[in-house]
């Protein structure tokens, strides 16, 4: 396959990338290296790298010719950073899938890839969540990411061009990002522990999360590309284990019996409990989760 990442050179997008350079496929990856929460980023020597923003149709519209697949992964993917500036929030994540949905139909692109969030369950839903319940956005991340759902989903109704939307529980696991106070969990506790700090706990730490590992998401975006079901197109998925834990168990996982904590107050827009119901990306994709936190974390030490 020719094929797009888009954000492929942050933590998701760029294992994604080097999985599809492995398999033998040609990769271009679009990414305008705005995120913060890198160490560095991370460059495949084998693909063509564009810098630039989705945002932009005018300047990323020509790569997108004799484009198979494109995988849509750049957005502003943290919560609070939209809860402060939520219209960079919907320039970033609505704009940019538009634009993105929009040159690959230009172009002739067979199908789209698109990475959501399970943040759009809310607190309306009782977990495990599944793809029939209804959408509670309670922050402008994840009305946006839900803004480029519908997108994807017209474009394949309206144009037919084939769209496969994901959403994503908590991802971890190699490049996760380490860097400042809304880093992912997993990696920050990490970096905490590690440099002898206490590890931070927002509220009391009983919230559940379905933490999910980077390389089962990106088998999930590989079969996607590949996987010929008509079943699938203009679709929502979960991809997670189905499977939670509490933010504490995770810090005593990480940390020991008595892990050194500070807590930290609640945050605004953050839902308490989540956990995929993921049969159904089990049924058309025939994609199962393979890895669990408890042995990855094991892993490390």
């Given at each position: 396959?020719?094929?797009?990442?888009?954000?492929?050179?942050?933590?998701?997008?760029?294992?994604?990338?080097?999985?599809?350079?492995?398999?033998?496929?040609?990769?271009?990856?679009?990414?305008?290296?705005?995120?913060?929460?890198?160490?560095?980023?991370?460059?495949?020597?084998?693909?063509?790298?564009?810098?630039?923003?989705?945002?932009?149709?005018?300047?990323?519209?020509?790569?997108?010719?004799?484009?198979d697949v494109v995988f849509h992964l750049a957005a502003e993917s943290r919560i609070q950073p939209c809860v402060e500036n939520p219209m960079a929030a919907v320039v970033a994540n609505a704009l940019g899938t538009c634009s993105v949905l929009q040159a690959a139909r230009s172009a002739g692109v067979k199908r789209v890839v698109y990475s959501s969030t399970s943040a759009s369950y809310g607190e309306a839903n009782t977990p495990p969540f599944n793809e029939l319940m209804c959408v509670d956005c309670l922050n402008p991340y994840s009305i946006t990411k839900v803004a480029g759902e519908q997108l994807a989903k017209i474009y394949y109704r309206l144009y037919g061009l084939e769209t496969v939307t994901f959403r994503y529980f908590n991802v971890y696991g190699e490049r996760q990002p380490l860097k400042g106070q809304y880093a992912p969990v997993v990696g920050l506790f990490d970096v905490q522990h590690a440099r002898g700090l206490p590890m931070t706990i927002v509220g009391d730490g009983l919230q559940t999360r379905d933490f999910t590992y980077v390389g089962d998401?990106?088998?999930?975006?590989?079969?996607?590309?590949?996987?010929?079901?008509?079943?699938?197109?203009?679709?929502?998925?979960?991809?997670?284990?189905?499977?939670?834990?509490?933010?504490?168990?995770?810090?005593?996982?990480?940390?020991?019996?008595?892990?050194?904590?500070?807590?930290?107050?609640?945050?605004?827009?953050?839902?308490?409990?989540?956990?995929?119901?993921?049969?159904?990306?089990?049924?058309?994709?025939?994609?199962?989760?393979?890895t669990k936190i408890q042995d990855w974390i094991k892993a490390q030490k």
């Open positions: 396959m020719k094929c797009i990442v888009t954000g492929g050179l942050g933590f998701i997008g760029s294992t994604l990338t080097d999985k599809l350079i492995d398999q033998g496929h040609k990769v271009t990856v679009i990414d305008d290296m705005s995120a913060d929460t890198h160490e560095h980023f991370y460059f495949n020597n084998l693909t063509d790298v564009v810098v630039e923003s989705v945002q932009n149709y005018d300047r990323i519209r020509e790569y997108f010719n004799d484009i998401v990106v088998d999930a975006n590989i079969l996607a590309a590949t996987v010929s079901d008509q079943r699938m197109f203009g679709e929502v998925f979960n991809i997670g284990t189905g499977n939670s834990i509490s933010v504490m168990d995770l810090a005593e996982m990480i940390g020991g019996k008595d892990p050194h904590i500070k807590y930290i107050p609640e945050r605004p827009g953050e839902l308490r409990h989540a956990k995929a119901d993921n049969s159904k990306a089990r049924e058309i994709l025939g994609w199962e989760p393979k």
